[in-house]
């Protein structure tokens, strides 16, 4: 049974920066799209970053600021958020790709499995 256990939400100041892990169980996925996304109240949710093997890809939103990584003999992926800004305040959810893919997928219903989410409130 493939899980999904996201974790390093909190409270922290506009400016300040938090990392964010995601955990894997039950398969690998090196070969697989990995992405976070967030979710604010009364938002659709949407695509912050996304890793497939060693390529990355980023929302303009969080260009520069957030740094995706993921360390595939832990089967772990990471977010880590630099300089962030109250508008960054969400529920994160790490997700992943069922199958396979070549390349980074975008979009929240290409993903199969999510984790449950981690509250970041930045305060100004």
């Known amino acids: 049974q493939v899980q999904l256990q996201a974790s390093g939400g909190g409270l922290v100041q506009a400016g300040g920066s938090l990392r964010l892990s995601c955990v894997a169980s039950g398969r690998t996925f090196n070969r697989h799209s990995m992405g976070w996304f967030r979710q604010a109240p009364g938002k659709e949710r949407e695509f912050v970053a996304g890793i497939r093997g060693s390529f990355t890809a980023y929302a303009d939103s969080v260009k520069g600021r957030f740094t995706i990584s993921g360390d595939y003999g832990k089967n772990t992926m990471y977010l880590q958020m630099n300089s962030l800004k109250p508008e960054d305040t969400a529920v994160y959810y790490c997700?992943?790709?069922?199958?396979?893919?070549?390349?980074?997928?975008?979009?929240?219903?290409?993903?199969?499995?999510w984790g449950q989410g981690t509250q970041v409130t930045v305060s100004s």
């Open positions: 997700a992943a790709t069922a199958q396979a893919r070549p390349y980074i997928v975008y979009r929240v219903h290409e993903y199969d499995f």
